[in-house]
């Protein structure tokens, strides 16, 4: 009998899920930038990447990733969370 290393099953099968970060900030020229550059960082290209100016001043920033582990883009959600910017950060 072999034995199941259910630690890794379950981080190969989190890290093969679309997950969302979505990001609320001041209208800034670099504010797209900032979040994306944490990505770039570890070497990771995003599915998906969406920017939305609305009009009360908020641009709205939506990154879709997989081949990332929740914990993660925990960790990434944090370090955009500390950006000066940020108003808001959080994934699904």
């Known amino acids: 009998m072999g ?3 259910r630690d890794s099953e379950d981080e190969r099968s989190s890290s093969t899920a679309l997950l969302c ?3 609320e900030a ?3 020229p670099a ?9 770039q960082a570890l070497n990771i290209i995003p ?3 969406r920017a939305d ?9 939506e990154v879709q990733v997989t081949d990332l582990t929740e914990h ?3 960790l990434i959600t944090a370090k ?3 950006i000066p910017t940020t108003l808001d950060a959080c994934w699904h």
């Open 80 to 82: 955009i969370g500390q």
């Open 21 to 23: 970060l979505r990001v």
């Open 53 to 61: 100016l609305a009009s009360n001043g908020v641009i709205y920033i």
């Open 47 to 49: 599915r998906r990447v």
């Open 31 to 39: 504010a797209i930038i900032r979040v994306l550059e944490r990505f």
């Open 3 to 5: 034995v199941v290393d």
């Open 72 to 74: 993660r883009l925990t």
């Open 26 to 28: 001041e209208v800034d």
